[in-house]
């Protein structure tokens, strides 16, 4: 299994960001899916769900604002961040079962 996260970078309060993750060595229409992060010196925590139905979960504090969604025919899932906020500001980490991406960085500073 390999996922490969991108779309990550530094943006303003109050701006937006789309991040990407690309699966591969998956039946990715079976997969339940997730976005997950982790915060300098803070654990690691569940962002976003995405089951094979396509039904969605979200983390209380981003709920209204991020968005997970996939793409069958890409093998894609994805992660729009709206309204972001400096204390989103995270290592954003893809994940199916049991394996992670490398993870991309999301800053958020004026």
């Known amino acids: 299994v390999q996922l490969v996260e991108s779309g990550g970078g530094l943006v303003e309060p109050g701006g937006s960001l789309r991040l990407s993750c690309a699966a591969s060595?998956?039946?990715?229409?079976?997969?339940?899916m997730g976005w997950y992060r982790q915060a300098p010196g803070k654990e690691r925590e569940l962002v976003a769900t995405?089951?094979?139905?396509?039904?969605?979960t979200y983390a209380e504090s981003v709920k209204g604002r991020f968005t997970i969604s996939r793409d069958n025919t890409e093998n894609t899932v994805y992660l729009q961040l709206n309204s972001l906020k400096p204390e989103d500001t995270a290592v954003y980490y893809c994940?199916?079962?049991?394996?992670w991406g490398q993870g991309t960085q999301v800053t958020v500073s004026s």
């Open positions: 994940k199916s079962r049991t394996s």
């Open positions: 060595g998956i039946i990715f229409r079976l997969a339940d």
């Open positions: 995405i089951n094979n139905n396509f039904g969605t």
